[in-house]
């Protein structure tokens, strides 16, 4: 194998061929090669041992096309082997088969409330299994997958092997493998690699410098591989119930819809429309640089394709907004207005801020997008929202737009778009996070 691998990928490696190691988690910071040894791992076993079956997982299976399997892919061209040739790709049943006869499946394993037990899995058995960004999975799926490597073990004398890909996170993985590691006391069958973007010398300088201008949070997570970087003062989101939103639950037809709309105030600014069935986050349009006629005609042109009552329509008043919230007959959300019953906040947009990282925490927001850049944007501008003054006895408030603009280097236009849906959940009954009325 002629490929060259940083110190931490070799490392990995010697885990994955090691007999005396069955549980290999490959974590920490993002590019630093982790999805390409998964992707050489499961391709070169499956070349080696002809007829064997290894799972590749992920939680959202549209992402997994889009990155993982696009990883695998080029690793095998890597490899000089040719679709058709040596391997075919069936995107209808999503399985990768080499001409030897072993197989790579693509599954997602995302929580579904209808399946908590994942018995979709229950008939499969493979020789191993490998959970790209295992930080998103939750712990019923890794012991479930675990149970169901057993397929060709003996006649090929191997032992049964999951590796886990990951990035920081506070679920199973931080508590089983990276806390027991740094104390000295991680299971003797259990290994633990840490990787940092600055062990990879193939990252250019410049995407390094774009992870330093990340919020803080983010910054530690994922350019210092940091498991505590939560401990933030003043954060209103948790970032693992962010990823976790997304396809968390499946579309209610039955439920409300909604639509709720960032209007750009400036050239850089983009115009947000966001389309709700329920909680259910299912479309986002984006708009840079159009007039608000424009974006009237677009939002009455999704409200007849989505059948959304205009009272049901909520758009930002605060600049050119209320002009095309009244062409529309929507609510006007001005962001500086009083708290909905006289609740313990410095305005309605604090209020709503921090009732949306409620439903997150609560896991009732799902996030049906399929677009990982989107998701990865919004996540950035929602870590970025924090509380002021949290060590002083005002009322609950989060900064303006101009610092969360400073401190995340855009306008955060997607998460006060998604913010304003809350409005909606408020406006009915006294659920916020501090319902305490005001003196």
């Known amino acids: 194998m002629d490929i060259k691998l940083t110190k931490r990928q070799t490392e990995a490696w010697e885990y994955l061929t090691d ?15 982790k999805t390409f040894i998964l992707a050489l791992w499961v391709c070169t076993m499956s070349l080696k041992y002809s007829g064997t079956r290894w799972l590749v997982a992920r939680t959202v299976l549209q992402h997994l096309k889009l990155t993982t399997l696009k990883t695998i892919l080029e690793v095998l061209q890597t490899l000089e082997l040719k679709s058709g040739t040596h391997y075919t790709y069936n995107g209808q049943n999503n399985v990768l088969t080499f001409y030897n006869g072993s197989e790579i499946i693509f599954k997602d394993i995302q929580h579904n409330p209808s399946d908590i037990n994942f018995d979709s899995l229950g008939s499969l058995e493979i020789t191993g299994a490998a959970i790209d960004e295992a930080q998103q999975s939750s712990r019923t799926a890794y012991a479930v997958i675990k149970s169901r490597i057993r397929y060709k073990l003996t006649e090929y ?5 999951i590796l886990m890909t990951c990035n920081p996170g506070t679920n199973y993985i931080k508590s089983e493998f990276f806390v027991p590691f740094i104390k000295g006391d991680l299971e003797s069958n259990k290994k633990f690699v840490q990787s940092l973007v600055t062990d990879n010398p193939h990252i250019s300088p410049d995407y390094i410098e774009n992870l330093k201008s990340l919020p803080l949070p983010q910054q530690k997570r994922l350019l210092q591989g940091n498991w505590e970087y939560t401990d933030e003062i003043g954060m209103v989101f948790d970032y693992d119930s962010i990823v976790s939103s997304v396809f968390r639950n499946d579309i209610n037809i039955g439920d409300t819809k909604y639509m709720s709309v960032d209007v750009a105030r400036f050239g850089s600014d983009s115009t947000m429309i966001c389309i709700w069935v329920g909680l259910c986050l299912i479309d986002v349009k984006q708009y840079q640089k159009i007039d608000t006629v424009q974006v009237a005609d677009e939002i009455k042109t999704l409200i007849q394709i989505h059948g959304i009552h205009p009272q049901n329509v909520i758009i930002d008043s605060d600049g050119v907004g209320g002009g095309v919230a009244d062409q529309i007959r929507g609510k006007n959300f001005i962001n500086n207005s009083s708290p909905l019953h006289n609740e313990n906040y410095s305005n309605l947009k604090s209020q709503c801020y921090v009732k949306l990282a409620d439903e997150f925490k609560k896991g009732n927001i799902s996030i049906n997008l399929s677009n990982p850049s989107l998701i990865d944007s919004l996540t950035q501008e929602l870590m970025s929202i924090k509380l002021k003054d949290v060590d002083k ?47």
Request: charged share 30%; proline share 4%.
């Open 19 to 33: 007999d005396s190691t069955t549980e290999v988690v490959f974590g920490g910071g993002v590019a630093g090669g």
């Open 157 to 161: 004398n191997l032992k049964p092997k």
């Open 393 to 439: 006895d005002n009322k609950v408030a989060v900064m303006s737009k101009e610092e969360q603009k400073r401190l995340l280097g855009r306008s955060p236009d997607f998460a006060d778009a998604i913010m304003m849906r809350m409005y909606y959940e408020l406006k009915p009954k006294n659920s916020g996070r501090y319902a305490i009325a005001r003196l």
